[in-house]
């Protein structure tokens, strides 16, 4: 048997997957258990991007923030002594410290956010909201531009000391708003591109910068958690009673150590269409954390077996219309318990609707 029970999967043709961090094709390997008595979800693995992505969710990390994972296919719980006398494959010594977590410059951050002219994914947003709003958006969020195939939105990471954790640079279609991903996908990182030596990334929730406000009226928001950082700028813009944040993927910075930042605070989760189970499976450990958490299943219930195929998220429902109004009143057609979801927090819609 394998030294380590735990271990990477040893490489055949087709065994790397996607990866869920910085989302390119065969170049991510999963964990396998040598006793063949657990297996591990798709995201349990590492990146071989190592400097530009830099994605590596362990074992040891998938046993921390799922405990009742611990029990066998069979049912029987394992042993504790046993478990933590497991041995992991890494590449450092487990005595090693962890390298402390590495920052871009702020300088960086306020250089980005000009030149909205060439970003693709604000002139989308001008035509949904108009200039405007569709500006004062990018600057609450921090969202930036670059230079990288002819103008590109750059999601900072600013977490909620104000440290700029990273930098993830897509390629976004102005006409649909949709990510490029042919002929090939359109993701790097800051610290990639400028080649900045001995990164350590440790990523954070993208908005996060926001719980930083301790105001009345922001500290009384519900935070709600979606998937990608358009989704949640899409949200924001039509459903302000929330402060949206985004994990920058299903699995992104989805762990217990980055979700600290949500201590007493009421969550709403909303994953995309068929994750909903996945992301249900975190609630334990959120609820460690947060004051309340819920995960909504909202689009599971009102998708339909082609929405749920193409795995629609909520800001693909929210611009089905040209008006919010008009969204509300199809989704609240399609499935009546909305109304009632609306009427238990209060929430009203912007009207986003008009084009400059």
Same mark, same amino acid.
């Not at 029970?5 to 910085?22: A, D, I, M, N």
């Not at 939105?153 to 102005?174: C, E, H, L």
């Not at 908005?207 to 500290?219: F, V």
């Not at 813009?237 to 993927?249: C, E, R």
């Given at each position: 048997?394998?030294?380590?029970?735990?271990?990477?999967?040893?490489?055949?043709?087709?065994?790397?997957?996607?990866?869920?961090?910085?989302?390119?094709?065969?170049?991510?390997?999963?964990?396998?258990?040598?006793?063949?008595?657990?297996?591990?979800?798709?995201?349990?693995?590492?990146?071989?991007?190592?400097?530009?992505?830099?994605?590596?969710?362990?074992?040891?990390?998938?046993?921390?923030?799922?405990?009742?994972?611990?029990?066998?296919?069979?049912?029987?719980?394992?042993?504790?002594?046993?478990?933590?006398?497991?041995?992991?494959?890494?590449?450092?010594?487990?005595?090693?410290?962890?390298?402390?977590?590495?920052?871009?410059?702020?300088?960086?951050?306020?250089?980005?956010?000009?030149?909205?002219?060439?970003?693709?994914? %604000?002139?989308?947003? !001008?035509?949904?909201?108009? +200039? #405007?709003?569709?500006?004062?958006?990018?600057? =609450?969020?921090? &969202?930036?531009?670059?230079?990288?195939?002819?103008?590109?939105?750059?999601?900072?990471?600013?977490?909620?000391?104000?440290?700029?954790?990273?930098?993830?640079?897509?390629? %976004?279609?102005?006409? !649909?708003?949709?990510?490029? +991903? #042919?002929?090939?996908?359109?993701?790097?990182? =800051?610290?990639? &591109?400028?080649?900045?030596?001995?990164?350590?990334?440790?990523?954070?929730?993208?908005?996060?910068?926001?719980?930083?406000?301790?105001?009345?009226?922001?500290?009384?928001?519900?935070?709600?958690?979606?998937?990608?950082?358009?989704?949640?700028?899409?949200?924001?813009?039509?459903?302000?009673?929330? &402060?949206?944040?985004?994990?920058?993927?299903?699995?992104?910075?989805?762990?217990?150590?980055?979700?600290?930042?949500?201590?007493?605070?009421?969550?709403?989760?909303?994953?995309?269409?068929?994750?909903?189970?996945?992301?249900?499976?975190?609630?334990?450990?959120?609820?460690?954390?947060?004051?309340? &958490?819920?995960?909504?299943?909202?689009?599971?219930?009102?998708?339909?077996?082609?929405?749920?195929?193409?795995?629609?998220?909520?800001?693909?429902?929210?611009?089905?219309?040209?008006?919010?109004?008009?969204?509300?009143?199809?989704?609240?057609?399609?499935?009546?318990?909305?109304?009632?979801?609306?009427?238990?927090?209060?929430?009203?819609?912007?009207?986003?609707?008009?084009?400059?």
């Amino acid at each position: 048997m394998n030294e380590y029970r735990f271990h990477l999967q040893k490489y055949k043709p087709g065994s790397k997957t996607v990866c869920p961090g910085c989302g390119r094709k065969s170049c991510f390997t999963r964990y396998i258990d040598e006793a063949g008595e657990i297996s591990f979800p798709g995201y349990v693995g590492k990146c071989d991007h190592v400097n530009s992505c830099g994605y590596h969710y362990s074992p040891k990390e998938y046993f921390r923030d799922n405990p009742s994972a611990r029990e066998t296919s069979a049912g029987h719980k394992m042993n504790g002594n046993v478990f933590t006398a497991v041995k992991y494959a890494a590449k450092q010594p487990p005595t090693e410290q962890e390298p402390e977590i590495s920052y871009l410059p702020y300088d960086l951050v306020e250089q980005s956010m000009r030149g909205y002219d060439i970003n693709p994914l %604000y002139r989308y947003f !001008t035509k949904v909201a108009g +200039k #405007e709003e569709a500006g004062r958006l990018f600057h =609450v969020y921090k &969202v930036g531009t670059s230079r990288m195939w002819n103008g590109s939105t750059v999601f900072w990471q600013i977490d909620v000391r104000g440290n700029v954790r990273a930098g993830k640079i897509m390629g %976004y279609d102005a006409v !649909t708003g949709h990510r490029i +991903k #042919e002929p090939f996908n359109q993701v790097n990182w =800051v610290h990639s &591109v400028r080649k900045v030596p001995d990164f350590h990334m440790k990523q954070c929730l993208f908005g996060e910068h926001l719980l930083s406000d301790t105001s009345a009226a922001m500290s009384a928001k519900p935070v709600a958690i979606v998937e990608s950082e358009k989704t949640a700028l899409v949200a924001a813009l039509f459903i302000p009673d929330f &402060v949206w944040l985004a994990t920058g993927g299903m699995h992104g910075c989805f762990n217990s150590e980055a979700m600290q930042v949500l201590k007493e605070r009421e969550v709403i989760l909303f994953p995309d269409l068929k994750a909903t189970d996945e992301w249900r499976q975190r609630l334990p450990m959120l609820e460690t954390i947060c004051r309340r &958490v819920t995960c909504s299943d909202l689009l599971e219930k009102m998708a339909t077996d082609e929405q749920r195929s193409r795995r629609l998220d909520i800001a693909d429902f929210l611009l089905m219309e040209d008006t919010p109004q008009m969204i509300l009143a199809r989704m609240i057609q399609r499935n009546p318990a909305l109304q009632s979801f609306i009427d238990t927090f209060g929430l009203e819609l912007v009207d986003a609707g008009k084009i400059e």
